[in-house]
């Protein structure tokens, strides 16, 4: 799959000037100029090796399309400064520390591992990628200021799908509108009362010397930060539940263990490790009370008479998701679910199948529009377990777009088409007043911009 260019250069040339190129007796030297700013060939080299090791396809010669991607960056940097545009260190701090973690667990596995790599302590890392977060943040900034006066009307959108030829109008994959009721199944307590048993022997255990929390969080917590030692991290209070933050960001005092934390995911116990700014770093364990399959029979049973009362008419959908459904994200929407991304931020009830969640949409895909589902269990992607009965409220086959049943997305589609144009009209225009030199041997390209080559 092809990656964006923009991306790969920004998460290769915060680690320019590297050990590893004085290693490799790399001479660096620059090979563009864009107003008062240099580009070199480290940071291009850089970016095309992190390219290989990313399988990034390149339409095109990398020492081509990398140096001309660096100069439109650069292009929008100086246009941040005249607009005096700039970001707060906790909207980069956040992204930092999230880039940093994927980074390790994706990319290297360990963090000694990454030092290897680069050449660089885990603190100088850091700093490269603050730099370069803090510039796409601004370069952000900048692209959302100029596409912003960009307004598409009906009269566009009907002109654009009349004008492509109709083997180019976009397929609309199949749609469904899916109403769904939920019952959490009924945890004993002396599940419960296990769990925090065993919760408070891990406190006692690291309080004696007997072992550290981060061994116990490896061996025990059914959390995914488990394997390394339950830390999470740097976070801001916003991105944990709220349970958690308010616990997490009472606690001063490193090495100290919280006492037992309920959330939706379970009960955990958390050690405070450091405060940086108004974001702190803690290690957990997370245990989740055990589930008798008699409890998750009990509450299958509950929702195969509900949904046998809404068949025979006794009570509506909409009736019996306001008396019993315990979904937080539906009960108030009639039990219609959502889906939302980058093109529907405010969410769609209009989802294909595949977004949504997997144990549900075998369900969907055999009922018929207007059918309830037999009751089945979900299991969350927060590790929780759940039953509930789904009905098939609409389904809209696959289809050529149309303005009737599909404005939103043609919208989105036209209102794309034209940002982008006026993006490029942009760094055209600001080409013309911006001073540009380009080393021998490095100019012999078939730009995207042709404006580089300034004769």
């Known amino acids: ?12 040339t915060l680690f320019q000037y590297t050990e590893s190129y004085a290693q490799n007796n790399v001479i660096d030297e620059v090979v563009w100029v864009v107003g008062d700013e240099a580009i070199y060939k480290s940071e291009v080299e850089e970016a095309r090796q992190d390219a290989l090791l990313n399988d990034v396809q390149w339409d095109g010669d990398p ?27 906790e909207d980069v701090s956040q992204t930092v520390e999230s880039n940093y973690k994927r980074l390790v667990e994706q990319r290297f596995g360990t963090e000694e591992k990454m030092e290897e790599h680069y050449g660089m302590s885990r603190d100088q890392i850091r700093s490269r990628l603050y730099e370069t977060t803090r510039q ?13 006066r960009v ?22 994959p199949t749609q469904v509108e899916v109403q769904i009721i939920t019952l959490d199944p009924v945890i004993p307590q002396e599940e419960i009362d296990e769990v925090k048993s065993e919760l408070r022997s891990y406190i006692d255990r690291v309080q004696s010397g007997e072992v550290s929390f981060s061994t116990l969080a490896v061996l025990y917590s059914e959390d995914g930060s488990a394997r390394n030692g339950g830390d999470l991290g740097f976070f801001g209070r916003g991105q944990m539940v ?16 919280s006492k037992i934390v309920e959330t939706e995911y379970g ?53 019996c998701v306001t008396a019993y459904s315990q979904d937080k994200n539906t009960r108030n929407n009639n039990g219609l679910m959502t889906f939302s991304n980058a093109m529907n931020p405010l969410g ?48 809209i086959n696959a289809h050529k777009a149309n303005m009737a049943d599909d404005y939103d997305i043609l ?31 490095w100019n012999d390209c078939d730009f995207k911009y042709p404006g580089w080559n300034k004769r």
């Open 267 to 319: 009960f955990h116990i958390i050690q405070f490790v450091e405060r940086l700014g108004d974001r702190i770093r803690v290690r957990h364990i997370l245990r989740k009370p055990r589930i008798p399959a008699e409890s998750i029979d009990n509450c299958l049973g509950r929702l195969d008479t509900i949904a046998q009362d809404i068949r025979l008419g006794n009570h509506s959908f909409e009736y």
């Open 151 to 172: 307004k598409v009307t009906p009269a566009e959108v009907r002109r654009y799908l009349k004008d492509i030829p109709s083997e180019e109008i976009p397929s609309i």
């Open 411 to 441: 919208y989105d589609m036209v209102s794309t088409i034209r940002q982008q144009e006026a993006l490029e009209k942009w760094v055209r225009e600001k080409q013309r007043t911006t001073y540009v030199r380009i080393s021998e041997g």
């Open 348 to 395: 769609t009830s209009k989802i294909e199948l595949q977004y949504l969640q997997q144990d549900v949409a075998k369900v969907v895909n055999r009922l018929h529009v207007g059918e309830i589902s037999d009751p089945f269990v979900i299991q969350m992607e927060n590790g929780k377990t759940t039953c509930a009965i789904v009905k098939l409220k609409n389904k």
């Open 63 to 89: 020492y081509c399309l990398i140096p001309e991607q660096l100069a439109v960056n650069k292009l929008f940097l100086n246009q941040a400064e005249l607009d005096s545009i700039f970001v707060t260190d």
């Open 136 to 148: 796409e943040y601004i370069i952000s900034r900048v692209r959302e200021k100029i596409i912003s």
């Open 1 to 12: 799959m092809k990656k964006s260019i923009l991306m790969v250069v920004f998460m290769t």
């Open 242 to 257: 709220p349970e958690f933050s308010a616990v997490a960001f009472n606690m001063t005092d490193p090495g100290r263990i």
